[in-house]
Nanobody, 124 residues
């Protein structure tokens, strides 16, 4: 069983930055692609970023391209989401996800494990 725990959410002003972290535990984490999916109030969870196990492939959602960046440290079983130039519409609960495959997916059904989410609020 894999557990994912997100860290780093909070309140930030428009134009600010935040870095989210997601720590995976429970078993040796190998060959798992990971991703981030925010869910705004009243909306469906949507894809924003994914990275393959070896970081060979990265996919960033069009709505955040150029502002959000994903990275990972496999030695620490951790994936990060760097969020820059934040906008009020980025406000959401951000969920970390992992899948039992090394390659990325942009769909919810492509992932096998989910964290509990961390709240990001962008407001002045």
């Amino acid at each position: 069983q894999v557990q994912l725990v997100e860290f780093g959410g909070g309140l930030v002003q428009p134009g600010g930055s935040l870095r989210l972290s997601c720590l995976a535990s429970g078993r040796t984490f190998v060959n798992n692609a990971m991703a981030w999916f925010p869910q705004a109030p009243g909306k469906e969870r949507e894809f924003v970023a994914s990275m393959s196990w070896g970081a060979t492939w990265t996919k960033i959602g069009d709505s955040v391209k150029g502002r959000f960046f994903i990275s990972r440290d496999n030695a620490k079983n951790t994936v990060y989401l760097q969020m820059n130039s934040l906008k009020p519409e980025d406000t959401a609960v951000y969920y970390c996800a992992a899948r039992n495959r090394a390659t990325i997916s942009t769909t919810l059904r492509g992932y096998d494990y989910w964290g509990q989410g961390t709240q990001v609020t962008v407001s002045s």
